[in-house]
């Protein structure tokens, strides 16, 4: 990144900021962020700059024997992709909530074609989320991310903005039916006791068909088939599922174990 690009980096709420590492520990060394609010916490929707670098794998990451305090929680990067490249390999330029500006270079030596997304799903405006990305400085010393696990790669069909919102409207509906309060519409925000849902998805709800049809037309349409997807990467934070890795491989449920892993489990500690 350059000093231009670098002047619109933000902070997380918590006060971590990309650019100072100014990153509260817990008492095993291990990065904590408090923000709960649906895809802001940065520890586990990481910034890049706190992405690993992949000739440095720290041991918390990659311990799956699980001895106290030293497995760290799951974590993705997400970016917001502005262009979308294809020569010999597909690449993105993308940035984070962050302002980092983050070239993606996929690597699949082996051809095999991604289960979870399209190479077309791969365009301006569409979010990439990555769990397990790793940061890696390419040969003419520029950063970013050399992909090859097809698996630990997803791509949402509407921008940062968006999903953080819808995220957040999904969260929210949870934690009503938990507690059987009223739910909110998700167009426009009333509350009430009875909702139309969406038939498809069976997770968003409207007070009208206006406001069904309203929010179909600007963001559900695209994002309806990927709501419990959304739902389940939202919910990351909250459960305890932590010391298992994760795909999206559809056909199993995306919080089993991830089996795609041997790269990173036989990775040698240092
Ligand atoms: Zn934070
Ligand atoms: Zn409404
Ligand atoms: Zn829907």
Same mark, same amino acid.
């Given at each position: 990144m350059n000093a231009s690009e670098r002047k619109d980096l933000t902070s997380c709420e918590c006060g971590y900021h990309p650019e100072k590492y100014n990153d509260n520990c817990d008492k095993y060394g291990n990065p904590v962020c408090s923000v709960t609010k649906a895809l802001r916490n940065h520890v586990i929707f990481a910034s890049f700059a706190n992405l690993f670098d992949e000739n440095d794998p720290s041991e918390y990451y990659y311990d799956l024997s699980g001895y106290m @305090?030293?497995? &760290?929680?799951?974590?993705? %990067?997400? +970016?917001?992709?502005?262009?979308? !490249? %294809? %020569?010999? &390999?597909?690449?993105?330029? +993308?940035?984070? &909530? %962050? @302002?980092?500006?983050?070239?993606?270079?996929?690597y699949n030596e082996s051809n095999e074609m991604p289960v979870s997304f399209t190479w077309q799903d791969l365009k301006k405006g569409h979010t990439l989320a990555i769990l397990y990305a790793e940061r890696k400085t390419f040969l003419d010393l520029s950063e970013g991310i050399r992909q090859e696990a097809l698996e630990t790669c997803y791509v949402f069909k509407t921008g940062l903005k968006n999903l953080e919102e819808e995220a957040s409207k999904v969260l929210d509906l949870k934690d009503l039916n938990f507690k059987k309060s009223p739910e909110k519409c998700f167009s426009c925000g009333v509350e009430k006791e009875s909702l139309l849902r969406c038939a498809k998805c069976k997770l968003a709800v409207y007070c009208s068909k206006e406001c069904q049809v309203k929010s179909w037309q600007s963001v559900h349409k695209n994002l309806c088939s990927q709501m419990d997807v959304l739902l389940r990467l939202a919910s990351l934070p909250r459960n305890r599922k932590f010391k298992k890795y994760l795909s999206f491989?559809?056909?199993?449920? !995306?919080?089993?174990?991830?089996?795609?892993?041997e790269r990173h489990v036989q990775k040698p500690l240092k």
């Amino acid at each position: 990144m350059n000093a231009s690009e670098r002047k619109d980096l933000t902070s997380c709420e918590c006060g971590y900021h990309p650019e100072k590492y100014n990153d509260n520990c817990d008492k095993y060394g291990n990065p904590v962020c408090s923000v709960t609010k649906a895809l802001r916490n940065h520890v586990i929707f990481a910034s890049f700059a706190n992405l690993f670098d992949e000739n440095d794998p720290s041991e918390y990451y990659y311990d799956l024997s699980g001895y106290m @305090g030293k497995l &760290r929680c799951n974590w993705v %990067f997400l +970016a917001e992709i502005d262009e979308s !490249f %294809f %020569f010999l &390999r597909h690449r993105v330029h +993308a940035h984070s &909530r %962050f @302002g980092e500006k983050v070239p993606i270079h996929f690597y699949n030596e082996s051809n095999e074609m991604p289960v979870s997304f399209t190479w077309q799903d791969l365009k301006k405006g569409h979010t990439l989320a990555i769990l397990y990305a790793e940061r890696k400085t390419f040969l003419d010393l520029s950063e970013g991310i050399r992909q090859e696990a097809l698996e630990t790669c997803y791509v949402f069909k509407t921008g940062l903005k968006n999903l953080e919102e819808e995220a957040s409207k999904v969260l929210d509906l949870k934690d009503l039916n938990f507690k059987k309060s009223p739910e909110k519409c998700f167009s426009c925000g009333v509350e009430k006791e009875s909702l139309l849902r969406c038939a498809k998805c069976k997770l968003a709800v409207y007070c009208s068909k206006e406001c069904q049809v309203k929010s179909w037309q600007s963001v559900h349409k695209n994002l309806c088939s990927q709501m419990d997807v959304l739902l389940r990467l939202a919910s990351l934070p909250r459960n305890r599922k932590f010391k298992k890795y994760l795909s999206f491989c559809p056909g199993q449920d !995306f919080l089993s174990e991830y089996v795609y892993s041997e790269r990173h489990v036989q990775k040698p500690l240092k």
